[in-house]
């Protein structure tokens, strides 16, 4: 059974620092989100487009997982309801989820973020102290449950976690992860 490592935190917390260490360790596919928006968008961070650029990561992810390969989704995640849908999607397709939460406090974000944009420009995009601020008061924190693999809740009414992932990321099918079950019924797919 594949893993999933799910890396939480806000900007320069150590996510893709993280994500290397994955990456060499289990070893594991690292699907970083900044890298891909930064070469196709030249160094802008369009909304729209960045959200694409994360449903076709995670079609990706959940591909590869399915087929049996640790996979590392450094996104973010700032929300509990992204956390849950993809520990539900992929928990349906038998990978296992880790959500592992990089802390770091603001004045050490601070600092980390300004001598990131002097040292290495190419590899983030500009931040403002006044987008630090904002995004830390929306930003909401995994619980022990989640860190601990606990159980998903159930998805908004009316909803099922897969429809709102796919809602929530254009270009993520989550019938990936259980495509090709071929049997004497289903005739396969062209
Ligand atoms: N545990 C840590 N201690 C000190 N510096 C760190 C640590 N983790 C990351 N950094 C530094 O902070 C900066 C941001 O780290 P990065 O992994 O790119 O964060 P993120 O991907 O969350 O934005 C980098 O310059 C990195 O070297
Ligand atoms: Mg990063």
């Given at each position: 059974m594949a893993t999933a490592f799910l890396l939480?935190?806000?900007p320069a917390?150590?996510?893709t620092s993280r994500a290397r260490v994955l990456e060499r360790e289990r070893p594991a596919l690292?699907?970083?989100t900044d890298a891909w928006v930064l070469r196709l968008f030249g160094g802008a961070n369009p909304a729209p487009e960045r959200d694409v650029v994360e449903g076709l990561l995670l079609?990706?992810?959940l591909r590869a997982a399915a087929l049996g390969v640790d996979?590392?989704?450094d996104f973010g995640f700032w929300s509990r309801d992204e956390r849950d849908a993809l520990r539900h999607v992929f928990g349906a397709a038998g990978?296992?989820?880790v959500v592992e939460h990089l802390v770091v406090e603001a004045d050490v974000q601070r600092g980390r973020v300004a001598r990131r944009w002097?040292?290495?420009?190419q590899d983030t995009f500009p931040i403002s102290d006044d987008e630090l601020v904002e995004w830390r008061a929306s930003f909401e924190a995994p619980d022990e449950s989640e860190l601990a693999g606990g159980p998903v809740p159930a998805p908004p009414a009316g909803q099922t976690w897969a429809d709102w992932a796919s809602g929530r990321w254009p270009g993520f099918?989550?019938?990936v992860g259980t495509f090709p079950r071929v049997t004497q019924d289903t005739p396969e797919r062209v």
């Amino acid at each position: 059974m594949a893993t999933a490592f799910l890396l939480v935190g806000l900007p320069a917390a150590g996510k893709t620092s993280r994500a290397r260490v994955l990456e060499r360790e289990r070893p594991a596919l690292r699907l970083t989100t900044d890298a891909w928006v930064l070469r196709l968008f030249g160094g802008a961070n369009p909304a729209p487009e960045r959200d694409v650029v994360e449903g076709l990561l995670l079609t990706t992810g959940l591909r590869a997982a399915a087929l049996g390969v640790d996979v590392v989704l450094d996104f973010g995640f700032w929300s509990r309801d992204e956390r849950d849908a993809l520990r539900h999607v992929f928990g349906a397709a038998g990978v296992s989820c880790v959500v592992e939460h990089l802390v770091v406090e603001a004045d050490v974000q601070r600092g980390r973020v300004a001598r990131r944009w002097r040292e290495r420009p190419q590899d983030t995009f500009p931040i403002s102290d006044d987008e630090l601020v904002e995004w830390r008061a929306s930003f909401e924190a995994p619980d022990e449950s989640e860190l601990a693999g606990g159980p998903v809740p159930a998805p908004p009414a009316g909803q099922t976690w897969a429809d709102w992932a796919s809602g929530r990321w254009p270009g993520f099918d989550p019938t990936v992860g259980t495509f090709p079950r071929v049997t004497q019924d289903t005739p396969e797919r062209v």
